[in-house]
Structure formats: C-alpha cells, structure tokens
C-alpha cells in the first residue's frame, strides 16, 4: 500500500493525458468531504462539505474545506457533482459559491432540494443540474454517469467519472440494504457493467470497513420502533438527523397505526420534512401531523414529537430539554427514542443528554440497549462484494480516519488488488492516475479553516489555542504605569483576574517580578511599550506557573506616566 510521506513536496505539472485526483477533505476524518479531479486542464468537483467541530475547537460553527489549492483556478471548475444531501457533502456550498457563484451544481432532486433551502439563507441562487440513476451527462473533459445507492438520506448517488486517463467510480455514501423503504438499492448491476468496462480507479467509502458482516436491514428497526410507540405510557419524543428521512417514516408510519399524532421540532428538522412530503419522499397519512398549538390538546398517550439533536449538539432542541431550557417540559412517564448514530467524539456529549433526561423521570431508548439505529454505510462484507464485482485496477479509499482507511485497503487487497495500486492518502495528497497506474506525486495546503460566526478563515490555531487558554487557565490583565524618565513603576500595577483562583494578596509577590524586569530592561536601554509588554507578560506567565501551576492568558498594559 502506498501511503503518503511526510515530506512531500509540491506535485509535479500533471503529465499530458493523466488524472489528478486531490482530496480537500474527507480523508482522516469522518467529514468536510470534497475531491477535485483534473484532467485536460479542467477541475470537477465531487462534495463539498462541512466538518463539526470538537471540544478543543470552541466557538466554532464549522470547519471547511481548505479552497486555497483551487483558488487562482476557480474558472477552470466544470461543474460540483453532490453525492448526497448531507451535511458533510453539501455544507460547504455555500462558502465555495461565495469564491464563484456561477460554478454548476450537479446532484439528484432531494439533494438539490435540501441545498436550495440552505443557499437561499446565503442569499445565493445557484446554478443546478439535475441528474437520476441512469443520466449520462458531460461536463468539460468529464463525462459523468450516474449510479443509484442506497444509504441513510434518499437520493444518494454513485459517479462514474468517464476521461481520457481512464474511468473513475466513486460510490459517494453507501450501504447494500437489500430491503431498503423506498425499494432503491444500491445498482451493483450498473458496477458489475462499468467493472467490465475496466474501472482504473476505484473510491470507495471506508466509515465501516472495520465492522465485519453487512449492515442490518433500515426494515429490521421497525419492531423496536413500533413497540416504543405501542407500550410507552405517555409522550414519545423521537430524536434523529433532520435529513434521515427513512427513519422518520418508519415513526410516523408507527404513530399513525398506533393513533399518535406527531409535531415536527426545530428549524431544520420542519424544513427538511417539509421539503421531503413535497417531493413525494416523505409519505404522511392525512390529519397524521399537527403543528404545536394542536399538541396541546391532544393527552399525552396521543402525542409524538420528532426533533433534531441526537448528537449532543449543544442547542439542539433535546439537550436544551434535558437542561430544562426549552419549552418541552420532559417528565415522568415521557420516552425518549433517540434513532441514529454516536458520531465518534461525540459520546460524552449524548450520555450527558441520555442522563439529563433519564434524570427528570423520562425512559431513554438508544441504540445500546434497544435496535433503533443501523448505519448508513457498507460494512467489510459488502465492500468486498464490491471489490470482487469491479475488479478495480487502483483503489483509493476515502470517507474515514485512517483506520477506517487502512482497514478498507486491506480489504482490496485481500481480494486481490495488487497492494501497490492501493493508495492510502490524507488531505492534500495529490494522487495521480497515468497510464492506468494510480500513485501519489505530491501534497497541496489543506488545513482547517474554520467558520466562526460571520468570519470565514479569520480563526486560527493560536486563537483556538488562546480560547483554549481562556476556558481551561483564566486571563490575568496587568497594567503598568512606568515613569518614562527611570523605566520604573510609577505605581504598584493593578491586576485584573478572570477564571483564574484569586484573592487580595495573590499577586503581591508578582510586584518584584515586574520591577526587576523593568529595571534590566531600563539597564539594556529598552524603552519600547511593546517590548517591555512583551518581557512583563513572559515574567508574570513563568512566576503563575511556577507558583500555581496553571498558565493564564496574560494581557500586559503599560501606561507612560
């Protein structure tokens, strides 16, 4: 297997005829998915998502995909190809079309629907293509193919990227549920006929290529679902992505047999079943949902409430209700059935909303002790179907960290690709496809850029490293008034401290400190404010630690007397 060095350097000029293949994103990480692919001097994309961030990364919305690599070539993009209508595939859109607002956006109905919505919050009317299993269609130097998969949003797609340096399959997300709701599997006729046409590369989604077998049938949740909402005593209040339209079904298809009515909960999650029941995805019985007003009417044995927030996100409507900070009062007697996944990172925070609401008296039913969640992606038995029916000349795994990448090539080569054509990269790493051989020629920028608010990129690592501080070790400010004839303090400094343990005397035996530093400073002849900011903030950080252990943010202030 070839991985990528630690040394790379820039790539080479792509060689004439060749194929560069660029992840931005997607590669050791489960999200902000995007590859760009270049061939005769043009750019399509596939995906363009968002990652979320983690505990050490406060205050951010989101992160991105790094555009600087494409930047000075955003008029050579042919078009966006969207796999499917999640987030970390589409999240990124708005911020890509922010750099060139015209570049064609190229995805299945539900997917554009769902990106429409969110771009009409940017204020940006996209340029949309829309595509099913089956179309064929050019874009530049790339004719693109269209293959049905399944996974946990309706809609998904695979692409067959036709070009002169060979044919591409990229499976976007995917699963082989064999019995899926709306009846669309995944088109592994359609692989087994671009495998005999000779598939040079092969990408493959890798989420669960360490989980060995198949992935349960979405139709195997359906009794734990339907006896939730056949025994429980009072309200249900169901949690789940606001895009897993699949599983929402299956509650209101159980609500309606057992004479529920269901409310939708939270921004996202009535946009997105809205757009969903008008496109024919979402089958509602009539009279089946009402709107809030009519819930209070209704007792509670009769009440089901769909909302989003099964991640532990932290506004999210059901950690707001296990805070008690929403207008869902959760009581004795409420079930709570949270129908999806822990994101990996994000365990602490789900226990800590399953405790919350187990604590005001509700019952919790999640994926550990009951079968209300099966995943969206592929395990190890059916990617090496795949493998097997394709027959890929090169594979690079995509979609996961690095085990999941790691274990999804060992997978290929256990059925019999060659281990050099197997191509383990990470973001950034270019990856180039001449004369049928797949291998990894340089590295491009791609790092974090993180959206705070309105500011996009304006958060770096040190800022997140001062928030960091600032949550963990406190701030302490001084101010210094030093006499600018002597360079010595005109008065004792004033200290101002937040989140850091403090009384009246704790930064007496500071004083010294600051005044042995002004007096070298003045011996060396620095008088510069900034230069002496700078000594007095690395004497007090060194006594804070040496005295209490901790390593405050430290703001000197020096004031001329």
Partial sequence: MSHPHPDLKAAPPLPEGGLRVIALGGLGEIGRNMTVFEHAGKL??????????????????????DFTSIRDRLDDIVAVVLTHGHEDHIGGVPYLLRERSDIPIVASKLTLAFLEAKLKEHGIRPRTVRVREGDRRGFGPFDCEFVAVNHSIPDGLAVAIRTGAGLVLHTGDFKMDQFPLDDRITDLRAFARLGEEGVDLFLTDSTNAEVPGFTTSERELNPAIEQVLRTAPRRVIVSSFASHVHRIQQVLDAAHQHGRKVAFVGRSMVRNMGIARDLGYLKVPSGLVVNTKELEKLPDHKI?????????????????????????RIGKGDTVLLASSLIPGNESAIYRVINGLTRWGAHVVHKGNAKVHVSGHASAGELVYCYNIVKPRNVMPVHGEWRHLQANGDLAIRTGVDPDRVVIAEDGVVVD??????????KVPAGYVYVDGMEVGGVTEASLKDRRTLGEE??????????????????????????????????????????KTLATAADEGIGDAIQLEQLIARAVANWAFRTYRRRPLIIP?????
């Fill in 44 to 65: 399509l994309i596939v995906d363009c998502g968002v990652l979320f961030p983690e505990e050490t990364q406060p205050g951010v919305d989101v992160i991105l995909p």
């Fill in 433 to 442: 496809l001449v004369d049928g051989r797949a291998s990894i020629t340089g």
């Fill in 557 to 561: 202030v020096i004031i001329d007397a």
């Fill in 304 to 328: 089901t409430l769909v909302c989003t927030g099964s991640q532990g996100e932290p506004m999210a409507a059901l950690s707001r209700m296990a805070n008690r900070d929403h207008q869902i």
């Fill in 474 to 515: 406190g701030v302490v400010t001084v101010v210094a008034i030093v006499d600018a004839d002597t360079g010595a303090l005109a008065e004792a400094p004033d200290f101002l401290a937040r989140g850091f343990a403090h009384d009246d005397t704790t930064f007496e035996p500071v004083i010294p400190v600051i005044e």
